[in-house]
T-cell receptor, first 114, second 111 residues
Framework: KAGVTQTPRYLIKTRGQQVTLSCSPISGHRSVSWYQQTPGQGLQFLFEYFSETQRNKGNFPGRFSGRQFSNSRSEMNVSTLELGDSALYLC?????????????FGQGTRLTVV | TQLLEQSPQFLSIQEGENLTVYCNSSSVFSSLQWYRQEPGEGPVLLVTVVTGGEVKKLKRLTFQFGDARKDSSLHITAAQPGDTGLYLCAPPLGGGFKTIFGAGTRLFVKA
């Protein structure tokens, strides 16, 4: 089956701009989680969506938002970009069955803010 | 918040050596997952350990879950350059929880 697809792979934006990243999960997976990865902070949880509802949110400012569509595809948006938003943004789709979780990450979107 | 501490942070070894990396917490987990991430890629799930004391083997990789389900270890036998990467531990993703990853162990295996 196809893996988790994130687009675009690379993005360069200017401070103050906004950006939208996309994540298509594995077919049948209704949970999509987003993470920010930086060398200094590691992998940090942004939010999780399940059946179009945000189930949980990490400790990020309101400039970071997301949504999920009826086909489980998810987008995250960052407004008023800051230099510190430069990072690898990863999404993961997961599926729980029989008490176990199957989880797959996309390759990520490398965002550079200049 | 359940915090996970991984050690060592960085490890550089020669091909053929054995190594162990650790994932520790003061919290109890229902299960823990281990991932390996290569540069420019997303993490790949290696294993899930569920039962206290459980040992799982994946070729040359041996994963153990502590009896109290607060810690886990990964032992690699006869490391190879292909084992190079960032090893991460975390509770299972999703489920409405704020999944907290450990900072990871960056392993470099020299040929």
């Amino acid at each position: 089956k196809a893996g988790v697809t994130q687009t675009p792979r690379y993005l360069i934006k200017t401070r103050g701009q906004q950006v939208t990243l996309s994540c298509s999960p594995i077919s049948g997976h209704r949970s999509v989680s987003w993470y920010q990865q930086t060398p200094g902070q590691g992998l940090q949880f942004l939010f999780e969506y399940f059946s179009e509802t945000q189930r949980n949110k990490g400790n990020f400012p309101g400039r970071f938002s997301g949504r999920q569509f009826s086909n489980s595809r998810s987008e995250m948006n960052v407004s008023t970009l800051e230099l510190g938003d430069s990072a690898l943004y990863l999404c993961a789709s997961s599926f729980r069955t029989g008490g176990r979780t199957e989880a797959f990450f996309g390759q990520g979107t490398r965002l550079t803010v200049v | 918040t359940q915090l996970l501490e991984q050690s060592p942070q960085f490890l550089s070894i020669q091909e053929g050596e054995n190594l162990t990396v650790y994932c520790n917490s003061s919290s109890v987990f229902s299960s823990l997952q281990w991932y390996r991430q290569e540069p420019g890629e997303g993490p790949v799930l290696l294993v899930t350990v569920v039962t206290g004391g459980e040992v799982k083997k994946l070729k040359r990789l041996t994963f153990q879950f502590g009896d109290a389900r607060k810690d886990s270890s990964l032992h690699i036998t006869a490391a190879q350059p292909g084992d190079t990467g960032l090893y991460l531990c975390a509770p299972p993703l999703g489920g409405g929880f704020k999944t907290i990853f450990g900072a990871g162990t960056r392993l470099f295996v020299k040929a």
